[in-house]
């Protein structure tokens, strides 16, 4: 059967149902070209307070806020767009805004507007004794930011903060740990409006000051042909290798990854030619929409951007841009490395070829007509690794996009191009600045109550019982009670990160987990930095775990394949991803500039999880040399776990284990592997 690539019009379709973000109402002709405007002018004004302004911290934060929630009113209905499919053709409804959304979108401004316009000293001396004003605005400002997020994400960010002002407020009829004093509305509003604890704090500021423009440059790289570098450089290095397409998805995801803050918008922008090609050399639908979902998701934890959530590391932490991207990088490679070996083993499996001389770009043309759209990339990443600060960099990273654009006979830019990317860029930070301002309100609450070290100590508490009776069972009890509490207290959180990041924006998702899970770590002495991307990456899994896979599931609508099939499939393919935050959790040496850290430790950990990793994917697949039995899938899925401790001590047993396999494989083929 021949394999179709999808049309523009269905992979928009595709992104609006899965990705809530994207979900924009369409309006009549003058509220668009307004709305356009709104979103230009909200594009200019960052690029100017971020590379020229001199504006007060506040004051930016409130100006961010006030477009965010103004547009989201504007831009999502009270319902998501409805739609009906004609033919292949897809026809949305257009919805009008209904006069409660101006008024929404009004109050939503004069709110976040109201306490920045605000004389600083004013500021400081009603902070504990807010006024009537003060009181009205910031509970109209926490109500309608709920209501915003539910528009723009979906309700489960809100009902999360709501559980959460509620624990605030009937804290003295929490369960045990948990019980705390309590709050009045008056004090969680002065909390979470008056101080920079709450809705103007650390996450909305990291939107206005450095996400935004890193999006807008994402969208300003891709306009110019870097997405296009990306496909077609990938289909160069690993197209015509065994199950070429595969390998290509894998590459040309971890590139965009570098610029897409968003793991379905990478899905839906790669998977439309990566999947059909899939397909055409003979995977499986639902295996070819895994591998797109898998990759398209390990962008999320690709340097420079991190899906934003590495500007957020460098407020907490305070620590370099550089040196996050620096520890993020070598446990983004093993995610790649585990879907790279999955998807060999399928091809060697299944027999598939790669592709034909005919099928592929020519490295020369490719080049000819592309290379400048690398340039903006290699200043934004020179100007980081030179130790300029993040905003900085995304300025000149935006201007070298502007300038390539207008200079590249090819995808050349002209004033009306501009206009649209300023006006995307903006829009595509409308959703993930709403969701920042609601997780203002989740970090406030646990500021307020300090639920976070609560909520710690019954983890740790937990975790040391299970390790009581867990080492009271030989042969497991060869470890201490300490150990097991260490390890059960990863499971736990690692359970509750997955949860917690179910259908919630990767930036949200991963600041909510720092606040409430990142403490039952700190207790038990594992490092900052290790906690903090411990918390993210289980965060992260969440867009490839089923039943709330919306990467898989975006993924299998391009594919044509069966959602929930396509998401455990996906969630195999990236069980890597699972594996290696253990990794670095016992071995900080991989983040490589953790404490202690040598390269010694630092090669046996790398060799140690490569070969966990390999003999996983080897047990998953059910095939190394030839067709592998139950028995020697369980054996090498057992003995792969040993390698994830790190020793050269477990890296001689485990290969010491695996030799049997090995050789019973070999005599089974009968003669030399084909090299692919």
């Not at 209501?147 to 804290?171: K, N, Q, S």
Request: net charge positive; with cysteine.
């Amino acid at each position: 059967m021949e394999q179709r690539t999808p049309s523009q019009a269905e992979l928009e379709r595709i992104e609006r149902e899965y990705d809530r973000e994207m979900a924009f109402r369409l309006t009549g002709r003058n509220l668009t070209i307004a709305i356009s405007a709104i979103l230009v002018a909200m594009s200019v004004y960052h690029f100017y307070a971020s590379g020229f302004g001199l504006i007060r911290e506040l004051l930016h934060r409130g100006i961010h806020l006030s477009f965010v929630l103004g547009l989201v009113f504007l831009l999502f209905g009270w319902r998501r767009t409805t739609e009906s499919v004609l033919g292949q053709a897809v026809w949305y409804r257009p919805q009008g805004v209904h006069i409660l959304d101006y008024i929404f979108a009004f109050l939503a401004v004069c709110a976040a507007l109201y306490l920045p316009l605000l004389p600083p000293e004013i500021v400081s001396e009603r902070i504990g004794n807010p006024s009537n004003s003060d009181v009205f605005l910031g509970t109209a400002l926490i109500l309608i930011t709920l209501e915003a997020a539910r528009r723009a994400v979906g309700p489960t960010l809100p009902i999360i903060a709501i559980i959460f002002i509620l624990f605030a407020i009937f804290g003295p009829w929490a369960p045990g740990a948990l019980k705390h004093g309590g709050s009045s509305w008056l004090g969680l509003v002065n909390h979470l409006y008056m101080t920079n604890q709450g809705i103007y704090g650390i996450a909305i500021g990291v939107m206005a000051q450095y996400v935004f423009l890193f999006i807008l440059f994402g969208v300003l790289a891709t306009r110019i042909g870097l997405g296009k570098l990306f496909i077609d450089l990938a289909m160069v290095v690993a197209g015509r290798y065994s199950g070429g397409p595969a390998k290509v998805a894998i590459f040309s995801s971890a590139f965009m990854g570098t610029i897409s803050g968003s793991s379905i918008a990478n899905t839906v922008t790669t998977g439309a030619l990566t999947i059909p090609a899939m397909k055409k050399v003979g995977y499986p639908p639902h295996f070819a929409g895994a591998v797109e979902a898998t990759a398209s998701t390990g962008g999320q934890i690709t340097p420079p951007i991190l899906g934003a959530a590495a500007f957020i590391m460098v407020e907490y932490l305070e620590i370099p841009l550089r040196d996050v991207l620096a520890a993020a990088l070598f446990p983004a490679l093993l995610h790649y490395f585990g879907i790279f070996i999955m998807v060999h083993l399928e091809a060697r499996k299944l027999g598939l070829r790669g592709l034909n001389a005919d099928e592929l770009p020519k490295l020369g043309i490719v080049l000819k007509e592309h290379f400048l759209a690398i340039i903006p990339l290699i200043i934004l990443v020179y100007l980081i690794l030179s130790g300029r600060t993040p905003d900085f960099a995304a300025v000149y990273g935006i201007i070298a996009c502007v300038v390539v654009g207008f200079l590249n006979r090819v995808n050349r830019l002209n004033l009306m191009d501009l206009w649209d990317a300023l006006a995307i860029g903006a829009k595509s930070t409308i959703s993930v600045g709403a969701a920042a301002a609601t997780v203002g309100i989740v970090v406030g609450v646990v500021t307020l109550t300090g639920v976070g070290f609560r909520l710690g100590y019954v983890v740790v508490q937990t975790a040391s019982d299970l390790g009581a009776i867990t080492s009271a069972v030989w042969p497991l009890s060869l470890f201490t009670i300490t150990q097991w509490a260490l390890f059960f207290s990863l499971l736990l959180i690692a359970i509750a990160c997955i949860i917690m990041g179910a259908g919630i924006p990767t930036t949200a998702t991963y600041i909510i987990l720092v606040a409430v899970a990142a403490p039952a770590l700190a207790q038990l002495q594992v490092e900052p930095i290790v906690a903090h991307f411990f918390v993210f990456y289980y965060g992260v899994l969440a867009d490839i775990t089923p039943p709330v896979a919306l990467a898989a599931y975006a993924a299998a609508g391009i594919a044509g394949s069966n959602p929930f099939k396509t998401g455990n499939t996906a969630f195999r393919l990236g069980i890597a991803k699972a594996l290696v935050p253990f990794v670095f959790v016992y071995s900080p040496a991989l983040l490589l500039i953790a404490d202690g850290f040598t390269w010694a430790e630092f090669t046996i950990t790398l060799i140690g999880a490569m070969m966990g990793i390999a003999a996983l994917g080897i047990a998953f697949s059910g095939f190394w040399l030839t067709q592998m039995n139950k028995l020697e899938r369980y054996w090498v899925g057992a003995v792969a776990f040993l390698f994830l401790a790190p020793g050269l001590m477990t890296l001689a047993i485990g290969l010491a284990l695996l030799l049997p396999v090995l050789l019973t494989q070999w005599r089974r083929l009968g003669k030399p592997v084909e090299q692919s």
